[in-house]
């Protein structure tokens, strides 16, 4: 979970702007679709090898933003976002996603230079081991 503070994105890269990286050929990716993106403005994940999915709330309009992302990797497991304490978006995997234990967690940019870099302010990042 996180706090994020962001007007649209408007910096170099395609499609997205990074918030949370941890995939290389596994593992899962968290951004911020930018305003030219079909849909912009929303959150995104995209697990390697499994379903992608959008969150349904805004949150690009330069507030702050209270972020939980709750997820289940195994087959069948259920991903979701919720924003400002509201369910805005899940995916159900048909397949397994698993993460890299020896790749880092980047924020606010990738070593992926196909993304943007964040053009915002995130705070309060936290990890818990239970949803």
Request: aromatic share 12%; charged share 15%; hydrophobic share 40%.
């Amino acid at each position: 979970m996180f706090w994020m503070k962001s007007p649209p994105n408007t910096t170099a890269g395609s499609e997205a702007s990074m918030i949370w990286d941890r995939r290389t050929t596994s593992g899962n990716v968290i951004v911020l679709n930018s305003p030219t993106n079909a849909k912009p403005g929303v959150l995104f994940s995209q697990p390697s090898g499994s379903t992608s999915f959008t969150s349904t709330a805004r949150v690009d309009d330069d507030l702050w933003h209270h972020v939980a992302f709750v997820y289940n990797q195994a087959a069948g497991g259920t991903d979701a976002f919720y924003v400002d304490g509201v369910a805005s978006g899940s995916a159900t995997h048909a397949a397994a996603w698993t993460w890299l234990a020896s790749q880092q967690v980047e924020l606010g940019r990738s070593h992926d230079a196909y993304w943007q870099k964040f053009n915002g302010l995130l705070d309060d990042v936290r990890f818990y081991n239970t949803a």
